[in-house]
């Protein structure tokens, strides 16, 4: 019968235990599925972070090509204007010098009829030569304009695109510091 009471006791004892410690067990248990799913988010965020900052290292470099090719065009566009001042530059020679082979041509008008016969003939030729060097000049003249004109479109886009990709790092940067 002792065996029967201490039996009785011990399931007692059992079902006093099971009913203090029960709610601390499900209370435990409850912190630790919020651990859990706290975990779970956590480990989302870093992987969410970690794929951001694989994309701003990949854009980084696309911002390094775009620079590159914003100081190469700046170079070309440089290199345009410098010939196209050397080209103005001979074209103004070009014209101070049709002038004075018109005051030349006036002179010769002046002297006998066979020494204006002869040098009008020549300045002829030189005057055909220098207009047509004249025009050659003025046609690349021209297309170096439009060229330097297109390069310089292409540099503002490139620039605007540059601004356009700098705000998205700038906004982007403190979402990082944050988490």
Same mark, same amino acid.
């Given at each position: 019968?002792?065996?029967?009471?201490?039996?009785?006791?011990?399931?007692?004892?059992?079902?006093?235990?099971?009913?203090?410690?029960? /709610?601390?067990?499900?209370?435990?248990?409850?912190?630790?599925?919020?651990?859990?799913?706290?975990?779970?988010?956590?480990?989302?965020?870093?992987?969410?972070?970690?794929?951001?900052? *694989?994309?701003?290292?990949?854009?980084?470099?696309?911002?390094?090509?775009?620079?590159?090719?914003?100081?190469?065009?700046?170079?070309?566009?440089?290199?345009?204007?410098?010939?196209?001042?050397?080209?103005?530059?001979?074209?103004?020679?070009?014209?101070?010098?049709?002038?004075?082979?018109?005051?030349?041509?006036?002179?010769? /008008?002046?002297?006998?009829?066979? /020494?204006?016969?002869?040098?009008?003939?020549?300045?002829?030729?030189?005057?055909?030569?220098?207009?047509?060097? *004249?025009?050659?000049?003025? /046609?690349?003249?021209?297309?170096?304009?439009?060229?330097?004109?297109?390069?310089?479109?292409?540099?503002?886009?490139?620039?605007?695109?540059?601004?356009?990709?700098?705000?998205?790092?700038?906004?982007?940067?403190?979402?990082?510091?944050?988490?």
């Amino acid at each position: 019968m002792a065996s029967a009471e201490q039996l009785e006791a011990l399931i007692k004892l059992e079902g006093d235990l099971k009913s203090q410690y029960e /709610k601390k067990i499900t209370a435990e248990r409850y912190k630790t599925e919020e651990q859990i799913n706290a975990k779970a988010k956590l480990q989302a965020t870093i992987a969410q972070q970690a794929a951001e900052i *694989n994309e701003l290292k990949n854009g980084g470099t696309d911002i390094k090509r775009l620079e590159q090719e914003n100081r190469e065009l700046s170079n070309r566009s440089e290199n345009i204007k410098k010939e196209f001042d050397t080209l103005r530059a001979k074209a103004k020679a070009t014209q101070k010098e049709l002038g004075t082979l018109k005051l030349e041509i006036k002179e010769l /008008k002046q002297l006998d009829a066979k /020494k204006l016969k002869k040098n009008l003939v020549e300045t002829k030729k030189k005057l055909e030569d220098q207009r047509k060097a *004249n025009d050659l000049l003025t /046609k690349s003249n021209k297309e170096y304009k439009q060229e330097s004109h297109q390069h310089q479109n292409t540099i503002a886009n490139l620039e605007k695109e540059l601004e356009k990709l700098k705000p998205k790092e700038k906004t982007e940067e403190p979402e990082l510091a944050e988490a």
